[in-house]
Protein backbone atom coordinates (compact mmCIF):
# COMPACT_ATOMS: atom_id res chain seq x y z
CA UNK A 1 0.00 0.00 0.00
CA UNK A 2 0.97 3.58 -0.44
CA UNK A 3 2.97 5.61 1.96
CA UNK A 4 0.46 8.23 1.71
CA UNK A 5 -2.44 5.87 3.61
CA UNK A 6 -0.57 3.90 6.61
CA UNK A 7 -2.19 1.14 7.85
CA UNK A 8 -1.54 -0.83 11.49
CA UNK A 9 -3.84 -3.42 13.52
CA UNK A 10 -3.01 -4.75 16.83
CA UNK A 11 -5.85 -6.30 18.99
CA UNK A 12 -8.29 -5.89 16.87
CA UNK A 13 -8.07 -2.55 16.03
CA UNK A 14 -6.73 -1.19 12.80
CA UNK A 15 -5.49 2.79 12.58
CA UNK A 16 -5.75 4.40 9.36
CA UNK A 17 -3.16 7.58 9.04
CA UNK A 18 -3.89 10.04 6.01
CA UNK A 19 0.29 10.47 5.57
CA UNK A 20 0.40 13.75 3.01
CA UNK A 21 1.42 16.04 6.38
CA UNK A 22 2.71 18.86 3.97
CA UNK A 23 -0.67 19.04 2.36
CA UNK A 24 -2.75 18.49 5.49
CA UNK A 25 -3.27 15.07 4.34
CA UNK A 26 -5.21 16.44 1.23
CA UNK A 27 -6.54 14.13 -1.08
CA UNK A 28 -4.57 13.11 -4.18
CA UNK A 29 -6.18 10.53 -6.43
CA UNK A 30 -3.59 8.05 -5.05
CA UNK A 31 -4.05 8.68 -1.18
CA UNK A 32 -7.96 8.74 -2.48
CA UNK A 33 -7.94 4.85 -4.28
CA UNK A 34 -5.30 3.61 -1.24
CA UNK A 35 -8.47 4.42 1.05
CA UNK A 36 -10.61 2.77 -1.04
CA UNK A 37 -8.95 -0.28 -1.27
CA UNK A 38 -8.31 -0.27 2.20
CA UNK A 39 -11.08 0.22 4.03
CA UNK A 40 -12.64 -2.27 1.35
CA UNK A 41 -10.09 -4.93 2.75
CA UNK A 42 -10.46 -3.96 6.30
CA UNK A 43 -14.25 -4.25 5.95
CA UNK A 44 -13.07 -8.18 4.50
CA UNK A 45 -11.08 -8.60 7.84
CA UNK A 46 -12.77 -10.38 10.86
CA UNK A 47 -9.78 -10.81 12.65
CA UNK A 48 -9.88 -6.22 12.27
CA UNK A 49 -13.09 -5.35 14.75
CA UNK A 50 -12.99 -1.49 15.06
CA UNK A 51 -11.12 0.97 12.75
CA UNK A 52 -9.64 4.13 13.73
CA UNK A 53 -9.23 6.65 10.80
CA UNK A 54 -7.00 9.64 11.36
CA UNK A 55 -4.43 12.27 10.09
CA UNK A 56 -0.67 13.22 10.23
CA UNK A 57 0.33 16.26 11.12
CA UNK A 58 -1.65 19.71 12.02
CA UNK A 59 -4.38 18.69 9.78
CA UNK A 60 -7.06 15.39 10.07
CA UNK A 61 -8.15 15.95 5.80
CA UNK A 62 -8.39 19.14 4.10
CA UNK A 63 -10.26 17.78 1.09
CA UNK A 64 -9.34 17.48 -2.09
CA UNK A 65 -5.94 18.04 -3.48
CA UNK A 66 -6.96 21.77 -5.15
CA UNK A 67 -3.12 21.98 -6.87
CA UNK A 68 -4.22 18.12 -8.42
CA UNK A 69 -7.15 19.30 -9.03
CA UNK A 70 -6.26 22.28 -10.97
CA UNK A 71 -3.65 20.45 -13.03
CA UNK A 72 -6.34 18.40 -14.43
CA UNK A 73 -8.72 20.69 -15.29
CA UNK A 74 -6.67 22.91 -17.19
CA UNK A 75 -5.59 19.34 -19.31
CA UNK A 76 -9.24 18.86 -19.97
CA UNK A 77 -8.88 15.88 -18.03
CA UNK A 78 -12.36 13.86 -16.94
CA UNK A 79 -10.80 12.68 -13.61
CA UNK A 80 -12.06 15.46 -11.80
CA UNK A 81 -15.49 14.70 -12.35
CA UNK A 82 -15.39 11.32 -12.07
CA UNK A 83 -13.72 11.23 -8.79
CA UNK A 84 -16.98 11.76 -6.99
CA UNK A 85 -18.58 8.25 -7.73
CA UNK A 86 -15.51 6.43 -8.55
CA UNK A 87 -13.55 7.46 -5.14
CA UNK A 88 -15.42 9.95 -2.78
CA UNK A 89 -19.04 7.72 -2.81
CA UNK A 90 -17.18 4.01 -2.08
CA UNK A 91 -15.06 5.82 0.50
CA UNK A 92 -18.09 7.11 2.62
CA UNK A 93 -20.21 3.84 1.38
CA UNK A 94 -17.06 1.74 3.06
CA UNK A 95 -17.14 3.92 6.51
CA UNK A 96 -21.02 4.32 7.23
CA UNK A 97 -21.95 0.36 6.23
CA UNK A 98 -18.48 -1.22 7.70
CA UNK A 99 -19.67 -4.03 9.70
CA UNK A 100 -17.54 -2.57 12.59
CA UNK A 101 -17.43 0.70 14.92
CA UNK A 102 -15.11 3.26 13.41
CA UNK A 103 -13.33 6.34 15.51
CA UNK A 104 -12.32 8.92 13.54
CA UNK A 105 -9.76 10.72 15.78
CA UNK A 106 -10.07 14.12 14.47
CA UNK A 107 -6.29 15.92 15.02
CA UNK A 108 -6.75 18.59 13.32
CA UNK A 109 -8.62 20.76 10.96
CA UNK A 110 -11.21 18.83 8.98
CA UNK A 111 -12.17 20.42 5.63
CA UNK A 112 -14.21 19.41 2.23
CA UNK A 113 -14.62 15.99 2.01
CA UNK A 114 -12.44 15.32 4.97
CA UNK A 115 -15.16 17.04 7.60
CA UNK A 116 -17.46 14.58 5.26
CA UNK A 117 -15.36 11.67 6.12
CA UNK A 118 -15.46 12.74 9.90
CA UNK A 119 -19.58 12.93 10.24
CA UNK A 120 -19.17 9.27 8.14
CA UNK A 121 -17.81 7.67 11.62
CA UNK A 122 -19.54 6.11 14.11
CA UNK A 123 -17.57 7.97 17.03
CA UNK A 124 -16.01 11.54 17.02
CA UNK A 125 -13.23 12.14 18.94
CA UNK A 126 -11.69 15.67 18.48
CA UNK A 127 -8.71 17.87 19.47
CA UNK A 128 -9.68 20.58 21.15
CA UNK A 129 -7.87 23.39 18.43
CA UNK A 130 -9.58 21.58 15.68
CA UNK A 131 -12.01 23.65 13.12
CA UNK A 132 -14.45 22.03 10.38
CA UNK A 133 -14.98 23.66 7.21
CA UNK A 134 -17.38 22.59 4.99
CA UNK A 135 -15.79 24.41 2.02
CA UNK A 136 -17.30 22.97 -0.88
CA UNK A 137 -19.32 26.65 -1.83
CA UNK A 138 -16.08 28.43 -1.80
CA UNK A 139 -14.91 26.63 -4.58
CA UNK A 140 -18.10 26.58 -6.71
CA UNK A 141 -19.12 23.36 -5.72
CA UNK A 142 -22.10 21.09 -4.09
CA UNK A 143 -21.55 18.85 -1.43
CA UNK A 144 -20.25 15.68 -1.97
CA UNK A 145 -18.78 12.04 0.32
CA UNK A 146 -22.18 12.21 1.90
CA UNK A 147 -22.34 14.83 4.02
CA UNK A 148 -25.88 16.25 2.93
CA UNK A 149 -26.88 12.43 4.42
CA UNK A 150 -25.38 12.49 7.46
CA UNK A 151 -24.58 15.73 8.91
CA UNK A 152 -28.30 17.26 9.06
CA UNK A 153 -28.91 13.73 11.05
CA UNK A 154 -26.11 14.63 13.53
CA UNK A 155 -27.13 18.67 13.87
CA UNK A 156 -30.56 19.02 11.98
CA UNK A 157 -30.85 20.52 8.64
CA UNK A 158 -30.64 24.30 9.67
CA UNK A 159 -27.23 23.82 11.30
CA UNK A 160 -26.41 21.41 8.26
CA UNK A 161 -27.26 24.67 5.76
CA UNK A 162 -26.11 27.25 7.55
CA UNK A 163 -22.38 25.71 7.58
CA UNK A 164 -22.67 24.34 4.09
CA UNK A 165 -24.10 27.87 2.66
CA UNK A 166 -21.99 30.16 4.60
CA UNK A 167 -18.69 27.59 4.21
CA UNK A 168 -17.15 29.16 7.15
CA UNK A 169 -14.90 27.52 9.68
CA UNK A 170 -16.54 26.18 13.15
CA UNK A 171 -14.04 25.41 16.04
CA UNK A 172 -14.41 22.12 17.56
CA UNK A 173 -16.33 23.60 20.65
CA UNK A 174 -18.97 25.28 18.67
CA UNK A 175 -19.39 21.76 16.50
CA UNK A 176 -19.42 19.72 19.81
CA UNK A 177 -22.59 22.32 21.48
CA UNK A 178 -24.26 21.05 18.03
CA UNK A 179 -24.05 17.83 19.39
CA UNK A 180 -21.15 16.20 16.57
CA UNK A 181 -18.88 15.65 18.65
CA UNK A 182 -18.42 12.45 21.20
CA UNK A 183 -15.52 13.83 22.96
CA UNK A 184 -13.16 17.08 22.81
CA UNK A 185 -10.01 16.59 23.92
CA UNK A 186 -6.17 18.19 23.93
CA UNK A 187 -4.97 17.67 20.46
CA UNK A 188 -1.70 15.40 22.22
CA UNK A 189 -4.32 12.88 23.96
CA UNK A 190 -7.10 12.20 20.18
CA UNK A 191 -5.73 9.59 19.03
CA UNK A 192 -4.74 7.82 22.20
CA UNK A 193 -8.52 7.93 23.12
CA UNK A 194 -9.43 7.12 20.09
CA UNK A 195 -7.66 4.01 19.76
CA UNK A 196 -8.59 3.14 23.49
CA UNK A 197 -12.40 3.78 22.37
CA UNK A 198 -11.61 1.86 19.72
CA UNK A 199 -10.11 -1.20 21.86
CA UNK A 200 -12.96 -1.25 24.30
CA UNK A 201 -15.41 -1.54 20.87
CA UNK A 202 -13.14 -4.14 19.29
CA UNK A 203 -13.86 -6.54 22.60
CA UNK A 204 -17.31 -6.32 22.14
CA UNK A 205 -20.08 -8.29 20.40
CA UNK A 206 -18.99 -7.57 16.46
CA UNK A 207 -21.98 -9.30 14.60
CA UNK A 208 -24.08 -6.90 17.42
CA UNK A 209 -22.74 -3.82 16.32
CA UNK A 210 -23.00 -4.33 12.62
CA UNK A 211 -26.52 -5.04 13.44
CA UNK A 212 -27.35 -1.80 15.40
CA UNK A 213 -25.28 0.08 12.79
CA UNK A 214 -27.44 -1.44 9.88
CA UNK A 215 -30.66 -0.65 11.83
CA UNK A 216 -30.35 3.10 12.96
CA UNK A 217 -29.11 3.49 9.22
CA UNK A 218 -32.22 1.57 8.07
CA UNK A 219 -34.59 3.44 9.94
CA UNK A 220 -33.27 6.69 8.66
CA UNK A 221 -35.23 6.57 5.31
CA UNK A 222 -37.82 3.97 6.42
CA UNK A 223 -41.40 3.65 8.03
CA UNK A 224 -41.47 2.51 11.57
CA UNK A 225 -43.32 -0.71 9.91
CA UNK A 226 -40.59 -1.32 7.67
CA UNK A 227 -38.14 -0.62 10.66
CA UNK A 228 -39.87 -3.16 13.05
CA UNK A 229 -39.30 -5.67 10.35
CA UNK A 230 -35.48 -5.29 9.78
CA UNK A 231 -35.00 -4.87 13.24
CA UNK A 232 -36.52 -8.77 13.48
CA UNK A 233 -34.01 -9.56 10.34
CA UNK A 234 -30.96 -7.91 12.45
CA UNK A 235 -32.15 -9.65 15.23
CA UNK A 236 -32.28 -13.07 13.94
CA UNK A 237 -29.08 -12.64 12.73
CA UNK A 238 -27.45 -11.48 16.27
CA UNK A 239 -29.06 -13.64 17.87
CA UNK A 240 -27.22 -16.50 16.04
CA UNK A 241 -24.00 -15.56 16.39
CA UNK A 242 -22.10 -16.98 19.09
CA UNK A 243 -21.39 -14.21 21.01
CA UNK A 244 -25.27 -13.85 21.82
CA UNK A 245 -25.43 -17.26 22.79
CA UNK A 246 -22.13 -16.97 25.66
CA UNK A 247 -23.04 -13.41 27.08
CA UNK A 248 -26.74 -15.11 27.87
CA UNK A 249 -24.84 -18.17 29.55
CA UNK A 250 -22.60 -15.93 31.13
CA UNK A 251 -25.45 -13.64 32.35
CA UNK A 252 -27.61 -17.12 34.05
CA UNK A 253 -24.05 -18.24 35.33
CA UNK A 254 -23.48 -14.33 36.89
CA UNK A 255 -20.98 -14.05 35.14
CA UNK A 256 -19.16 -11.75 32.55
CA UNK A 257 -18.81 -12.22 28.93
CA UNK A 258 -16.15 -12.60 25.98
CA UNK A 259 -16.76 -11.41 23.32
CA UNK A 260 -15.25 -12.92 19.89
CA UNK A 261 -16.92 -11.08 17.31
CA UNK A 262 -18.65 -13.98 15.97
Avoid at 123 to 133: D, G, N, P, Y
Avoid at 197 to 216: E, F, M, N, S
Wanted: a negative charge; charged letters at 15%.
Amino acid sequence: MADVLLSETADGVSTLTLNRPESMNSLSAELKQALVSELQRIAADPSVRAVVLTGTGRGFCVGQDLAEHAELLQADDPAPLSTVREHYNPITLALTQMPKPVVAAVNGTAAGAGASFAFACDFRIVAESAKFLLAFANVGLGLDSGVSWTLPRLIGAGRALELALLAQPITATELNSYGAVNELVPAAEVLPRAQALAARLAAGPTVAYAAIKQAIHFAGSHDLSDSLENEAVQQAVAGASQDHRSAVAAFVAKQQPSFTGR
